[in-house]
């Protein structure tokens, strides 16, 4: 800016050129006092552009600071978005590896029980069968219908062991399925 200063007061310098020498006259005086008054509005106008620029070059350096925040704020939003969406994605998975488990349990729980049906089915008729050979036995203790019987008896006692360890797998299986839902329910909340 002070060279823009300069610079215009050597082209006011030059626009106005001193009379001749020879010739002074009564209007030397006035067109000094022009050339006075001229200078020093040339000197406060450069002072005023001066002024101006400065407050100019001001306002410019706050702006530029507070695009630079704005700018870091806004790296710093996305990368905390970016880092909600990568744990939104992991949530998502893991739901969907728990939903997988479930389905899992929920068909083996399925199999588990359909199993036990059948093998109450056959304790029962092993039951009728027995109650059936008792009855024919009842009077008459031939060594092998004793024999039958007995086997029966011990197949029905094993039936029954089945069926016990059976239903306390059952029983595990609904407990882990009863945990796993829990633990959807606290995901699903989050």
């Known amino acids: 800016m002070p060279v823009l200063t300069l610079c215009l007061l050597c082209a006011l310098a030059m626009a ?3 009379a001749p020498a020879g010739s002074m006259s009564g209007s030397e005086p006035a067109q000094q006092e022009e050339l006075t008054l001229l200078f020093h509005g040339a000197l406060q106008l450069s002072q005023a552009l001066n002024g101006v620029y400065k407050a100019t070059e001001a306002q410019m350096t706050k702006a530029g600071n507070s695009l630079s925040l704005y700018g ?4 710093f939003l996305g990368k905390e978005i970016s880092q909600g969406q990568d744990a939104a994605q992991e949530l998502r998975a893991s739901l969907l590896e728990m939903q997988i488990e479930e389905d899992g349990l ?4 399925e199999a588990t029980a359909q199993a036990l049906g059948e093998v109450a089915q056959g304790q029962q008729v092993l039951r009728e069968k027995m109650k059936w050979l008792e009855d024919q036995l009842k009077g008459v203790w031939l060594g092998h219908a004793h024999q039958e019987f007995e086997d029966l008896k011990a197949h029905a006692d094993e039936q029954s062991h089945i069926v016990w360890v059976l239903m306390g797998h059952v029983q595990r299986q ?3 399925m ?8 606290q995901i699903q909340e989050r």
């Open 174 to 176: 609904k407990q882990q």
């Open 72 to 75: 870091q704020a806004l790296g």
């Open 178 to 185: 009863m945990a796993q839902q829990q633990r959807l329910r």
């Open 106 to 109: 929920k068909l083996q729980a």
């Open 16 to 18: 106005v050129q001193p």
